[in-house]
């Protein structure tokens, strides 16, 4: 009974004060400085060793790896379908024609981004033979070059807008690498719309075609300057259209080992956006 | 709170009270909205009845009774409407859903409840900041709340299937009582008995109210149920005491009558007298904690501190790693809620229920489940004598004749081998008295049952010679018949003698007379003496032999019958008409033949019991109504008091001041009840403290209640034992309150937390075995499952500072908690004893806790880091040989966990949608949980044992193994089973990640065991200090 007996406030605030430090016999929190040395010692010596042993496994495994190619690549069969510039949230592409600001951050990304596309950057690779793919040996591996003209009116050079400004705003649609993932048949990315009464859709390559000659990937170590192959869709709004708003679904076709169906990994060699321009 | 106060001076007020204070409550109309807690006050005092003391005309004014023809109709229904039914008001019955809630509400299930409520709290501030939330929280806090419905479920069901044991108990046979109204006689139901009636009892009833006696034909009561005694009691109508309780001329409410006749004016009905003051203070005392209900609030305080702890920090730590607010809080509410052990509610009940069961078949009904684990840290058993630690039968055992002491078996199955010189003629002597000069008799149709357990009516001293003859001689009924009673004088209180005449059988022409009774007065009628069967006159060497033998005897605390006889002449041959009223017959020079002993003996298993209680370092102490002298020579037989020690009397004992040595030789004391009355508490705990063997004689049932709580303000875990009425507010009040199965009144089996259900003390010794056991279980049951807890809590951490993947999700935590670890834990109740677990002291309730800063030191500190970084080794390992390496990783939640950004990029270049790092992610969850299955082998191994080296131990528990098999075979089903991905999003694993935990699960071992030698090595050194839980 005498358990629950309530103790005052300014009791328990005394034994507060007395656990904290209590000046009789030197304790702090319960402990003498020299308990505190011992047990602080023993959980030094104690995380210290675990922490050897945790670096000593990590370091074993890292040996056990290849630094080009990782150990499994089963998680990852087949690649996903992503689109250029990244909306900060969900895939929606939201801006206003008259208001620059508001597209401007996507025009910037997209100049970033097709930079090592120019030219200039991509004239030390290989202008390797088309619809072929580019299997190599090693030891050095070479990459093919990706002319950023394919892109057509979406490249940049004619409208340094992609678009934007005129209603026809571009977004590039590309396929994840994987390391030395080989379509089987000719991949190509067919991007459509249910809303054609609003606006029309183009791809660039023409028919969204990707090139064979840009497999197999061999992974960043080896496969240094490595030009992503990229599809550009323009969605060119009607003009006359009040509500200027689609969603675009884009596939990877043409192959028989690239999924596009998945029911549970919606981005699984497809994509879907939604572009909205307002006036 | 009050009361407890109130407690210490309890024995200070009585001194002061006044005589009738008690007397005016009693006898006024009930007035029954007085406040319970003055109630409380006037119960404890004691009884003090002035009924006894009047005159029959007195009583009849008192009670305007008329004392030859009773109450009147009208009247007796007027005074049954004023003062209600004579039936005892039930103790208030908890209500089933107030029991119900209690499982569900009580102690730790109130932590899973608190965690349960967070969780949809945390998914409800999810829900309304940003419109979607995982749904892990909700799921989180459905489980949470099942775990505890369930378990609750689960022991209340438990606790009710042992109360319907309890329920079987209960006889329900109306009583019926005789009373005398407009001067007939008439039966009526107890319940209709009013104050004042004019009642008749006879052997055989139970007595309907508390009844004074105005006439009495050679009425005896049988007390026990009340007092403790063990023999009945004649009544009469002569105020023979000042208490109460001791004259001669009141009987009680619920005793029962064995002999004999007697009428008599009800003083007290239902709940107004003793027995029903008794119940009624039973069942106004309120029980403290069970030790293990507090040890569980202690565990779950330690537990919360932990997690609050651990909660704040990481609040902080997230506000200034730049987490918003509300994230910071969902952390906060995450971290304390993945530090609730989920499986440890039901992984406490199920260890207590299976030994609660273990104890079912060893005779122990235990009613609370929680008084499982009471008795084994029970540190003073205070007992009760008669029925407790005596068989409550008188059985024969000693003899004297031929000048010698002889020994009688008195043990329950008649093995003990003692035995007498039966070829003595004088043996055959006696032999004829004790079975002849005797009207007891076996009930009939008994042939099958061994003798002593036979059933007879009549004295129990007649009846434990008749049986001892039967045993010891021949055939009771042979002889009786071959010696046909012509003549008997039965026994009274004021001749103390019984004589009857007997036909020869040899000569059927003469007489016998036999003789027994008092010793001191059969001596007065002999004149010549038996010895080896010649007789010889009387002389002075033989009185004094006698007086010794007598004295002897009688100091064993055994009661002494003294037997003589004689051949009659042959001028009373046959055919010689008796008188015995005009006594026209010699009864004088009779032939002395010698003396035999009675006594309640203690039951066989006793003295061992009590010595294991002893080497345990439990004090047992004697509590009983009887007479100093039986109870301390019980005590002797048993144990209680060791042989040869010096006893100091209570007497001269406590009129030293107090503080004043007692010669350091005296150890054992025997109390009366009348010196403990005059003492206060101060006195009481000084005799506690003072003496280690101590018997309290002739104890009221307020003054048991008291020496109960002088024990506990001593800090002892104390146990009481006992049968009787008198005893339940004792064992209400104790720790663990025990009560006999067969014996025990129903008031007492109420009031009890456990039932012996074989009446046997040995199985007290049995209770606390298997409760020291289970609390030592229950600490590695619960070490092994805090262990997993660190592994469970890092991956959150981590995932908040490192922004890493989350390695473990709350349907992986889940799945240890309530999955893989549960057969396992529980397995650990089966563990076997380290060392002998009766060959140490109690525990200490305030130092040594079920939980302690050392076992969360262990399990937290040590061995849950171990198990944390295993699970974290696989979990880079296994998102390095995917493509992420471990530098790559830091930092990388916010992108990581991106549902939009479908293009992660990992250390090779690779890139990924959402969708397949989240399997990747998941994988690794469910690595993480098989890597905590796998270091849970080894933590269940090392939890095995505390102090021993495995190797000592063994791994002789087969439900252990059976557990580890178990869970492995649980953590593949989960991780191969098709479907799985879909519905608990776990995914099979390649063999070589189950490997990965190997290694730290060598270590677990490894370490734990140098830790153990090192300890063993050591004792008492820093490494013990620190770590041995």
């Known amino acids: 009974m005498t358990k629950t007996e309530k103790k005052s406030f300014h009791q328990s605030l005394a034994e507060w004060k007395r656990f904290v430090y209590n000046p009789a016999s030197g304790e702090f929190l319960g402990r003498t400085s020299k308990s505190w040395g011992l047990i602080l010692l023993f959980y030094l010596v104690f995380y210290g060793f675990l922490a050897a042993l945790f670096s000593f496994t990590m370091w074993v495994m890292l040996q056990t790896l290849n630094d080009e190619v990782p150990k499994y690549r089963d998680q990852i069969p087949s690649p996903g379908l992503m689109v250029f510039p990244k909306p900060l949230t969900a895939l929606e592409y939201t801006y206003s024609m008259s ?172 994509v879907m956006f939604k572009v909205t321009a307002r006036a | 709170m009050e009361l407890g106060k109130e407690k210490g001076t309890a024995a200070a007020h009585k001194q002061t ?218 009544r009469c109508p002569d105020c023979t005491h000042e208490n109460p309780l001791e004259t001669r001329n009141i009987i009680f409410f619920s005793t029962n009558c064995v002999e004999g006749t007697a009428r008599g004016i009800v003083i007290a009905t239902g709940d107004f007298t003793v027995m ?48 918003t607010w509300l994230d910071a809080v969902i952390f906060l509410i995450g971290i304390i809620v993945a530090n609730v052990p989920e499986g440890l509610l039901a992984t406490v009940t199920v260890c207590l229920t299976l030994t609660a069961k273990r104890m079912a078949r060893k005779n122990c009904l235990v009613k609370n489940l929680e008084a499982v684990e009471t008795l084994g840290s029970t540190s003073t058993i205070c007992s009760d004598k008669t029925g407790t630690l005596t068989q409550n039968r008188m059985t024969v055992a000693h003899l004297w004749f031929d000048k010698t002491v002889y020994e009688a078996d008195t043990s329950e199955e008649q093995n003990t081998g003692k035995t007498f010189p039966k070829s003595s003629d004088t043996w055959f002597y006696l032999a004829r008295i004790a079975g002849l000069c005797n009207r007891a008799d076996f009930k009939p149709h008994q042939e099958s049952v061994p003798i002593t357990k036979r059933t007879t009516t009549g004295d129990a001293s007649e009846s434990a010679l008749l049986k001892f003859i039967e045993q010891s001689y021949s055939p009771v009924d042979e002889m009786r018949q071959k010696n046909p009673k012509v003549a008997e004088i039965p026994f009274n209180s004021t001749n103390k003698y019984q004589m009857s005449i007997h036909l020869l059988e040899d000569n059927s022409q003469t007489h016998v007379l036999l003789m027994k009774g008092a010793p001191e007065r059969i001596l007065d009628f002999c004149s010549s003496f ?112 060791s042989e040869g020690s010096d006893i100091a009397e209570g007497a001269t004992s406590h009129h030293m001041p107090i503080g004043q040595v007692t010669s350091k030789s005296v150890k054992s004391i025997v109390v009366h009840g009348s010196e403990l009355k005059n003492m206060d508490s101060e006195e009481l705990d000084y005799i506690l403290k003072t003496y280690k063997e101590i018997v309290f004689a002739r104890t009221s049932p307020q003054q048991k209640l008291i020496i109960v709580e002088g024990c506990q303000r001593l800090g002892a875990i104390v146990a009481v034992t006992g049968d009787g009425v008198n005893d339940s507010p004792a064992l209400k009040k104790a720790d663990i309150g025990i009560a006999m199965g067969i014996t025990g009144s129903d008031v007492s089996k109420q ?133 992420f390496k471990p530098l790559d990783l830091l930092g990388i939640r916010l992108f990581w966990e991106d549902g939009s950004l479908n293009d992660l990029e990992d250390s090779y270049g690779q890139e990924w949608t959402y969708e397949q790092r989240k399997v990747v992610e998941f994988t690794c969850q469910t690595a993480f949980f098989i890597s905590i299955v796998i270091v849970q082998w080894a933590d269940l191994i090392i939890c095995k044992t505390r102090r021993n080296s495995l190797f000592k131990q063994g791994m002789k528990n087969k439900i252990l193994l059976f557990g580890i098999c178990e869970e492995t075979l649980l953590a593949a089903f989960l991780s191969y089973v098709p479907g799985m991905d879909v519905s608990l999003r776990m995914y099979p694993l390649k063999i070589n990640w189950w490997l990965c935990a190997i290694p730290y699960s060598v270590l677990i071992f490894i370490y734990d065991e140098l830790r153990k030698l090192i300890i063993r090595r050591r004792p008492g050194g820093w490494l013990e200090k620190e770590t041995y839980y």
């Open chain 1, 99 to 270: 208001e620059p600001s508001t597209y401007k951050h996507f025009i910037e990304d997209l100049t970033q981004f097709l930079k090592p596309y120019s030219v200039d950057e991509q004239k030390n690779l290989t202008n390797c033979p088309d619809g072929a793919l580019f299997e190599q040996k090693g030891p050095n591996y070479n990459a093919c070059q990706f002319p950023v003209s394919l892109l057509q009116e979406c490249s940049g050079v004619h409208d340094a807008d992609f678009g934007y400004s005129k209603g026809q705003p571009c977004v590039l649609v590309k396929m994840n690498r994987i390391i030395e993932l080989i379509p089987k048949g000719l991949p190509q990315i067919i991007c459509e719309t249910k809303d054609t009464n609003v606006a029309n859709i183009s791809t660039y390559p023409d028919d969204g075609v990707i090139d064979l000659k840009y497999f197999p990937y061999y992974g960043k170590k080896r496969h240094v300057g490595y030009r992503q192959p990229l599809v550009a869709v323009q969605v060119i709004f009607d003009s006359s259209a009040t509500k200027k708003e689609v969603t675009v679904e884009c596939k990877i076709e043409g192959t028989e080992n690239l999924k596009n169906k998945d029911e549970r990994d919606k981005f699984l060699g497809r």
């Open chain 2, 276 to 323: 029903g003051r008794i119940a009624s203070l039973t069942s106004g005392l309120s029980m403290g904690q069970t030790p293990i209900a507090t040890e569980i609030a202690h565990f779950i305080h330690i537990i919360t501190d932990v997690a609050v702890f651990l909660g704040v920090i990481f609040f902080f730590l997230s506000l200034i790693l730049g987490y």
């Open chain 2, 530 to 641: 038996m010895l080896n069967g010649q007789e010889y006159p009387m002389n002075e060497e033989m009185r004094r032999d006698f007086q010794n033998a007598y004295l002897e005897l009688g100091g064993l605390g055994e009661r002494v019958l003294g037997f003589c006889f004689l051949n009659l002449p042959s001028s009373f041959s046959k055919g010689f008409e008796f008188n015995t009223e005009e006594l026209n017959f010699p009864m004088e020079n009779l032939c002395f033949t010698g003396l035999i002993s009675m006594i309640d003996p203690p039951r066989t298993a006793v003295p061992d019991a009590v010595s294991k209680c002893r080497s345990a370092g439990i004090k047992v102490i004697m509590v009983t109504g009887d007479h100093p002298i039986t109870a301390r020579a019980i005590a002797q037989s048993v144990g209680i008091i």
């Open chain 2, 751 to 883: 009031a009890a937390d456990m039932i012996l259900l074989d009446d046997n003390f040995a199985s007290i010794v049995t209770g606390v075995e298997e409760g020291r056991l289970i609390f030592d279980n229950l600490k590695k049951s619960i070490a092994y499952t805090l262990t997993s807890n660190i592994p469970e809590i890092t991956p959150f951490l981590l995932f908040i500072v490192l922004s890493i993947p989350l390695p473990l999700g709350t349907i992986t935590i889940l799945c240890i908690d309530l999955g893989t670890d549960m057969i396992p834990a529980i397995s650990l109740a089966y563990e076997t004893p380290e060392s002998d677990i009766m060959r140490r002291l109690p525990r200490n309730p305030k130092t040594d806790n079920l939980v302690n800063h050392r076992l969360i030191g262990m399990a937290y500190g040590q061995i849950g880091m171990i198990q944390a970084v295993a699970g974290f080794f696989t979990y880079f390992v296994i998102l390095a040989e995917n493509g």
């Open chain 2, 17 to 234: 009270l006044s005589p009738n204070t008690v007397t005016k409550t009693m006898n006024k109309s009930p007035i029954k909205t007085k406040k319970k807690k003055k109630d409380l006050e006037d119960l404890k005092k004691e009884a003090d009845v002035n009924d006894h003391k009047l005159t029959l005309d007195e009583l009849s004014a008192k009670y305007s009774v008329d004392l030859i023809k009773g109450h009147s109709l009208k009247t007796a229904q007027e005074i049954l409407l004023l003062h209600g039914p004579n039936a005892l008001t039930p103790p208030p019955t908890t209500p089933e859903w107030v029991k119900f809630c209690k499982q569900m509400f009580g102690g730790f299930s109130l932590l899973l409840w608190t965690g349960s409520i967070l969780c949809f709290l945390a998914y409800g501030i999810h829900v309304h900041h940003s419109g979607k939330a995982q749904k892990d929280n909700l799921y989180l806090g459905f489980v949470l709340a099942a775990v505890v419905i369930i378990t609750g479920c689960f022991s209340y069901y438990q606790e009710s299937k042992s109360s319907k044991i309890m329920e079987s108990f209960k006889t329900m046979v109306p009583q019926k009582a005789m009373v005398i109204r407009d001067g007939e006689k008439m039966q009526i139901d107890v319940k209709e008995v009013v104050l004042g009636d004019l009642v008749e009892v006879k052997g055989g009833d139970q007595i309907p109210a508390d009844i004074r006696i105005i006439a009495a034909q050679g009425c005896k009561v049988d007390n026990s149920s009340l007092t403790g005694e063990s023999e009945p009691q004649s």
